[in-house]
């Protein structure tokens, strides 16, 4: 059985400041890991994954997150703040079967954005 | 294009009616998924179409049934609603195979159940 935990339920940094959102999973072969970001009332938005290529995966709006076997974590950062990064943050791990996949949600972090 | 659409935005329906919500997609991806969200909570997945055929129900009660008319679009069917089942509904897709399962989420309908 494969899990996602999301250590913070809230992080708040001020902006121009850097962003840490971590995410442990635990998965019995090699996971695929995602991050989505859904703002107030959208849908989840792709942030980055990772599929066993690079370990350090780039992903859109300046965010990357560093796949650590040895400390089964995915953590997730942004050097700089911006305000519109405010929103819920998903760790995400994939049970790639046939007939689609089934994806397990961490509980999420908001990230709040202050001036 | 990674887009997957979504209608009604919002939806407000009495426990007795019969309604319908529509997703569709257009980058042949043959793997559809319907998700409820509740307000500060995860996605939970519902369903899961592969090739327009149900591979996954997560229990869901019968008052929901999926339906998946082509590789394009799925629907879902909702009668005699409750009111806890007022949430976001979420659409997703992906592609069938072992590295390419990202799933695209839609902006989903927001469903309230009075």
């Known amino acids: 059985a494969q899990s996602v935990t999301q250590l913070d339920s809230h992080v708040s940094v001020s902006e121009g400041t850097p962003v840490l959102l971590r995410c442990n999973y635990s998965?019995?072969?090699?996971?695929?890991l995602f991050w989505y970001v859904q703002h107030p009332n959208k849908g989840l938005q792709l942030l980055l994954k990772?599929?066993?290529?690079?370990?350090l995966v780039k992903g859109i709006n300046g965010f990357e997150a560093e796949f650590k076997k040895s400390e089964t974590s995915f953590h997730l950062t942004k050097p700089s703040a911006h305000m519109s990064d405010a929103a819920e943050y998903f760790c995400?791990?994939?049970?790639?079967?046939?007939?689609?996949?089934?994806?397990?949600f961490g509980t999420g972090t908001q990230l709040k954005v202050e001036l | 294009d990674t887009e997957v659409t979504q209608t009604p935005k919002h939806l407000v329906m009495g426990m007795t009616n019969k309604k319908s919500l529509k997703c569709e997609q257009h980058?042949?991806?043959?793997?559809m998924y319907w998700y409820k969200q509740k307000a500060k909570k995860p996605p939970e997945l519902m369903f899961v179409?592969?090739?327009?055929?149900?591979?996954i129900n997560e229990s869901v009660p019968s008052r929901f049934s999926p339906e998946c008319p082509n590789s394009s679009l799925l629907n879902l069917h909702l009668h005699a609603l409750q009111p806890e089942d007022s949430a976001l509904y979420l659409c997703?897709?992906?592609?069938?195979?072992?590295?390419?399962?990202?799933?695209?989420f839609g902006p989903g309908t927001r469903l309230l159940v009075l």
């Open positions: 997703a897709s992906s592609q069938e195979g072992r590295s390419q399962e990202t799933q695209y």
């Open positions: 998965s019995s072969y090699s996971p695929s």
């Open positions: 990772y599929t066993s290529a690079a370990t």
């Open positions: 995400v791990v994939s049970d790639r079967r046939r007939g689609g996949n089934k994806l397990t």
């Open positions: 980058m042949g991806h043959r793997a």
């Open positions: 179409y592969s090739y327009e055929k149900l591979s």
